[in-house]
T-cell receptor
Framework: IAGITQAPTSQILAAGRRMTLRCTQDMRHNAMYWYRQDLGLGLRLIHYSNTAGTTGKGEVPDGYSVSRANTDDFPLTLASAVPSQTSVYFC??????????????FGPGTRLTVL | GQNIDQPTEMTATEGAIVQINCTYQTSGFNGLFWYQQHAGEAPTFLSYNVLDGLEEKGRFSSFLSRSKGYSYLLLKELQMKDSASYLCAVMDSNYQLIWGAGTKLIIKP
Protein backbone atom coordinates (compact mmCIF):
# COMPACT_ATOMS: atom_id res chain seq x y z
CA ILE A 1 0.00 0.00 0.00
CA ALA A 2 1.57 3.28 -1.12
CA GLY A 3 -0.69 5.67 0.83
CA ILE A 4 -0.45 8.99 -0.93
CA THR A 5 1.83 9.65 -3.86
CA GLN A 6 2.67 12.99 -5.43
CA ALA A 7 4.35 13.85 -8.69
CA PRO A 8 6.66 15.37 -9.59
CA THR A 9 9.01 15.33 -6.59
CA SER A 10 10.41 18.67 -7.65
CA GLN A 11 10.05 21.03 -10.56
CA ILE A 12 11.57 24.26 -11.82
CA LEU A 13 9.09 26.24 -13.86
CA ALA A 14 9.24 29.44 -15.87
CA ALA A 15 6.81 32.15 -14.85
CA GLY A 16 3.67 32.15 -16.94
CA ARG A 17 3.73 28.42 -17.60
CA ARG A 18 0.90 26.08 -16.69
CA MET A 19 1.64 23.26 -14.26
CA THR A 20 -0.35 20.40 -12.76
CA LEU A 21 0.74 18.73 -9.56
CA ARG A 22 -0.57 15.21 -9.24
CA CYS A 23 -1.83 13.49 -6.11
CA THR A 24 -3.16 9.95 -5.80
CA GLN A 25 -4.24 8.04 -2.71
CA ASP A 26 -5.08 4.35 -2.39
CA MET A 27 -6.72 4.47 1.04
CA ARG A 28 -10.22 5.18 -0.30
CA HIS A 29 -10.36 8.30 1.82
CA ASN A 30 -13.27 10.64 1.22
CA ALA A 31 -11.51 13.94 1.83
CA MET A 32 -8.39 15.34 0.17
CA TYR A 33 -6.47 18.57 0.67
CA TRP A 34 -3.76 20.67 -0.91
CA TYR A 35 -1.43 22.73 1.31
CA ARG A 36 1.56 24.89 0.66
CA GLN A 37 4.38 25.19 3.17
CA ASP A 38 6.65 28.23 3.21
CA LEU A 39 9.56 28.93 5.54
CA GLY A 40 8.41 30.56 8.76
CA LEU A 41 4.74 30.00 8.04
CA GLY A 42 2.38 27.23 8.96
CA LEU A 43 0.86 24.95 6.37
CA ARG A 44 -1.79 26.88 4.48
CA LEU A 45 -4.79 25.23 2.88
CA ILE A 46 -5.21 25.96 -0.82
CA HIS A 47 -8.19 23.81 -1.81
CA TYR A 48 -9.96 20.81 -0.41
CA SER A 49 -12.47 18.19 -1.46
CA ASN A 50 -14.81 16.51 1.02
CA THR A 51 -15.84 13.84 -1.44
CA ALA A 52 -15.50 12.96 -5.11
CA GLY A 53 -17.23 15.53 -7.30
CA THR A 54 -16.99 18.41 -4.81
CA THR A 55 -14.26 20.96 -4.10
CA GLY A 56 -13.88 23.99 -1.87
CA LYS A 57 -11.56 26.95 -1.40
CA GLY A 58 -9.13 27.15 1.47
CA GLU A 59 -7.16 30.04 2.89
CA VAL A 60 -5.02 30.79 -0.21
CA PRO A 61 -6.87 29.61 -3.35
CA ASP A 62 -5.99 32.41 -5.78
CA GLY A 63 -3.99 31.23 -8.79
CA TYR A 64 -4.82 27.57 -8.18
CA SER A 65 -7.58 25.23 -9.31
CA VAL A 66 -8.46 21.64 -8.47
CA SER A 67 -10.75 18.88 -9.64
CA ARG A 68 -11.96 15.66 -8.03
CA ALA A 69 -13.27 13.38 -10.74
CA ASN A 70 -12.85 10.25 -8.62
CA THR A 71 -11.98 9.18 -5.08
CA ASP A 72 -8.29 8.55 -5.68
CA ASP A 73 -7.02 11.57 -7.61
CA PHE A 74 -6.87 15.25 -6.69
CA PRO A 75 -4.71 17.28 -9.12
CA LEU A 76 -3.73 20.88 -8.41
CA THR A 77 -3.25 23.20 -11.39
CA LEU A 78 -1.40 26.49 -11.57
CA ALA A 79 -2.84 28.15 -14.67
CA SER A 80 -0.05 30.73 -15.05
CA ALA A 81 2.71 30.31 -12.50
CA VAL A 82 4.19 33.30 -10.66
CA PRO A 83 7.34 33.44 -8.48
CA SER A 84 5.26 33.81 -5.29
CA GLN A 85 3.99 30.28 -5.91
CA THR A 86 7.46 28.93 -5.20
CA SER A 87 6.82 26.60 -2.28
CA VAL A 88 6.58 23.02 -1.10
CA TYR A 89 3.16 21.58 -1.88
CA PHE A 90 1.67 18.79 0.20
CA CYS A 91 -1.36 16.72 -0.64
CA UNK A 92 -3.21 15.08 2.24
CA UNK A 93 -6.23 12.87 2.75
CA UNK A 94 -8.54 11.85 5.56
CA UNK A 95 -11.31 9.32 5.90
CA UNK A 96 -13.88 11.91 6.79
CA UNK A 97 -13.97 15.69 6.30
CA UNK A 98 -15.58 16.30 9.66
CA UNK A 99 -12.57 15.94 11.87
CA UNK A 100 -13.08 14.28 15.19
CA UNK A 101 -10.27 11.82 15.64
CA UNK A 102 -9.92 11.73 11.89
CA UNK A 103 -6.29 12.16 10.96
CA UNK A 104 -4.90 13.75 7.83
CA UNK A 105 -2.20 11.73 6.10
CA PHE A 106 0.31 13.53 3.94
CA GLY A 107 2.04 12.77 0.69
CA PRO A 108 5.81 13.28 0.32
CA GLY A 109 5.43 16.76 -1.19
CA THR A 110 6.38 18.56 -4.40
CA ARG A 111 9.05 21.23 -4.28
CA LEU A 112 8.15 23.85 -6.89
CA THR A 113 10.37 26.73 -7.95
CA VAL A 114 8.96 29.40 -10.27
CA LEU A 115 11.54 31.60 -11.93
CA GLY B 1 -8.35 36.30 13.16
CA GLN B 2 -7.14 32.82 13.85
CA ASN B 3 -3.74 32.31 15.38
CA ILE B 4 -1.54 29.45 16.50
CA ASP B 5 1.64 30.32 18.43
CA GLN B 6 4.53 28.04 19.21
CA PRO B 7 8.25 28.70 19.77
CA THR B 8 10.36 28.83 16.63
CA GLU B 9 13.20 26.70 17.92
CA MET B 10 14.19 24.71 21.00
CA THR B 11 17.33 22.83 21.97
CA ALA B 12 17.52 19.83 24.30
CA THR B 13 19.96 17.12 25.30
CA GLU B 14 19.74 13.46 24.37
CA GLY B 15 18.01 11.50 27.15
CA ALA B 16 16.33 14.57 28.62
CA ILE B 17 12.71 15.77 28.60
CA VAL B 18 11.39 18.69 26.55
CA GLN B 19 8.02 20.43 26.52
CA ILE B 20 6.83 22.26 23.40
CA ASN B 21 4.02 24.72 24.03
CA CYS B 22 1.24 25.81 21.71
CA THR B 23 -1.35 28.52 22.30
CA TYR B 24 -4.27 29.12 20.00
CA GLN B 25 -7.08 31.49 19.16
CA THR B 26 -9.48 30.05 16.61
CA SER B 27 -13.07 30.37 15.49
CA GLY B 28 -14.39 27.26 17.12
CA PHE B 29 -12.55 24.19 18.32
CA ASN B 30 -12.87 20.62 17.13
CA GLY B 31 -9.63 19.20 18.41
CA LEU B 32 -5.91 19.84 18.46
CA PHE B 33 -3.31 17.81 16.59
CA TRP B 34 0.45 17.45 16.89
CA TYR B 35 2.51 16.36 13.91
CA GLN B 36 6.20 15.62 13.52
CA GLN B 37 8.06 16.70 10.40
CA HIS B 38 11.63 15.73 9.66
CA ALA B 39 13.54 18.04 7.34
CA GLY B 40 12.55 17.48 3.73
CA GLU B 41 9.78 15.05 4.63
CA ALA B 42 6.01 15.07 5.08
CA PRO B 43 4.30 15.76 8.40
CA THR B 44 3.32 12.61 10.29
CA PHE B 45 0.62 12.37 12.94
CA LEU B 46 1.64 12.19 16.60
CA SER B 47 -1.39 12.93 18.75
CA TYR B 48 -4.91 14.29 18.99
CA ASN B 49 -6.65 16.00 21.93
CA VAL B 50 -10.25 17.14 22.05
CA LEU B 51 -10.93 16.91 25.80
CA ASP B 52 -8.94 18.58 28.57
CA GLY B 53 -6.16 16.52 30.03
CA LEU B 54 -3.17 14.44 29.16
CA GLU B 55 -2.92 11.83 26.42
CA GLU B 56 0.08 9.54 26.71
CA LYS B 57 1.54 7.52 23.89
CA GLY B 58 4.88 5.93 24.64
CA ARG B 59 7.59 8.57 25.02
CA PHE B 60 5.26 11.28 23.75
CA SER B 61 2.42 12.92 25.70
CA SER B 62 0.11 15.76 24.75
CA PHE B 63 -1.88 18.00 27.07
CA LEU B 64 -4.85 20.26 26.36
CA SER B 65 -6.58 23.04 28.28
CA ARG B 66 -9.46 24.37 26.21
CA SER B 67 -10.28 27.16 28.68
CA LYS B 68 -6.73 28.51 28.36
CA GLY B 69 -6.37 27.83 24.63
CA TYR B 70 -3.19 25.94 25.43
CA SER B 71 -1.54 22.65 24.64
CA TYR B 72 1.87 21.14 25.07
CA LEU B 73 3.73 18.18 23.64
CA LEU B 74 6.04 16.41 26.07
CA LEU B 75 8.86 14.29 24.73
CA LYS B 76 10.69 12.03 27.20
CA GLU B 77 13.98 10.13 26.91
CA LEU B 78 14.96 12.19 23.91
CA GLN B 79 16.73 10.44 21.08
CA MET B 80 18.72 11.96 18.23
CA LYS B 81 16.00 10.85 15.82
CA ASP B 82 13.57 13.18 17.61
CA SER B 83 15.34 16.12 15.95
CA ALA B 84 12.54 17.48 13.79
CA SER B 85 9.93 20.19 13.58
CA TYR B 86 6.78 19.74 15.65
CA LEU B 87 3.60 21.23 14.24
CA CYS B 88 0.57 22.20 16.29
CA ALA B 89 -2.76 22.40 14.44
CA VAL B 90 -6.29 23.20 15.57
CA MET B 91 -9.45 22.09 13.79
CA ASP B 92 -11.78 25.07 13.62
CA SER B 93 -15.57 25.30 13.43
CA ASN B 94 -15.44 24.58 9.67
CA TYR B 95 -13.42 21.41 10.34
CA GLN B 96 -10.38 22.92 8.68
CA LEU B 97 -6.94 22.62 10.25
CA ILE B 98 -5.23 25.86 11.25
CA TRP B 99 -1.50 25.28 11.53
CA GLY B 100 1.22 26.83 13.63
CA ALA B 101 4.55 27.59 11.98
CA GLY B 102 6.19 24.71 13.82
CA THR B 103 8.90 24.33 16.47
CA LYS B 104 12.28 23.13 15.31
CA LEU B 105 13.70 20.83 17.99
CA ILE B 106 17.46 20.35 18.02
CA ILE B 107 18.80 17.44 20.05
CA LYS B 108 22.40 17.60 21.21
CA PRO B 109 24.43 14.57 22.38
Amino acid sequence: IAGITQAPTSQILAAGRRMTLRCTQDMRHNAMYWYRQDLGLGLRLIHYSNTAGTTGKGEVPDGYSVSRANTDDFPLTLASAVPSQTSVYFCASSDSPSGGTDTQYFGPGTRLTVL
Amino acid sequence: GQNIDQPTEMTATEGAIVQINCTYQTSGFNGLFWYQQHAGEAPTFLSYNVLDGLEEKGRFSSFLSRSKGYSYLLLKELQMKDSASYLCAVMDSNYQLIWGAGTKLIIKP
